[in-house]
């Protein structure tokens, strides 16, 4: 009988070693997309044409900690109301007073010039006036008259508690259909035999 000769140690340091330069990368991502970033697909146009349909969207989630919400921040958020995740423009902060006026936006009586991100034909229309609590802010969708936002809710302010982090930019693809749809299809198509309907 052969005796059975055990594995020296540095056999399996190069093994651990092996499984840490996996894991770490993994370990890294999460954090990042769980304390640093957070990432979603655009699935409206309700922000066009800054934030585009089928784009992949970053926000930045440390980006409130030293600094305040400001007018004009797109922020992305989980709606209490809705239970989902939207993305808007935000237009009032606490104390401010918001109105309407022949399509424009007015906020502590002054007309807010907003050429910057939406076209000069554009109208935003609402016959409410709201004055925004402490804690919370006012939103807007860019595509104002094709946009579901806090001009129609039954609560119209969200909660700064709530907002998962600020926009910071895009990718022109989306990661949930582009990739992950795709690679949800073949482990379907492998784990099932041929002929039986995916649930892609």
């Known amino acids: ?3 059975i000769k055990t594995k020296p140690l540095s056999y ?11 894991i770490y990368p993994i370990l890294i991502v999460l954090i990042v997309f769980t304390k640093i970033l957070f ?8 922000m066009e044409p800054a934030l585009k349909v089928g784009t992949t969207t970053f926000y930045n ?14 922020i992305a958020f989980k709606s209490d109301e809705f239970g989902v995740i939207f993305a808007k423009r935000v237009i009032g902060i606490p104390g401010d ?23 000069e034909n554009i109208e ?9 609590p402490e804690g919370t802010v006012f939103v807007l969708g860019d595509n104002r008259e094709d946009s579901y936002d ?19 930019g895009a990718i022109p693809f989306s990661v949930e259909y582009n990739i992950l749809r795709p690679i949800r299809g073949l482990i379907s198509l492998i784990c099932f035999y041929p002929g039986q309907p995916l649930d892609a």
């Open 1 to 3: 009988m052969k005796d």
């Open 12 to 22: 399996w340091l190069s093994k651990i070693k092996e499984c840490l330069s996996i």
């Open 39 to 46: 990432a979603c697909t655009c699935a409206s146009g309700s």
């Open 61 to 74: 989630r440390l980006a409130y900690i030293r600094h305040d919400i400001e007018r004009g921040d797109i």
């Open 97 to 119: 007073k918001i109105s309407f006026e022949n399509g424009y936006v007015v906020v502590n009586g002054l007309l807010v010039d907003e050429t910057e991100y939406i076209g």
């Open 124 to 132: 935003t229309n609402c016959e409410k006036s709201f004055v925004v």
């Open 150 to 168: 806090s001009r129609f809710w039954q609560n119209p302010y969200i909660p700064e508690n709530r907002i998962l982090g600020k926009y910071i």
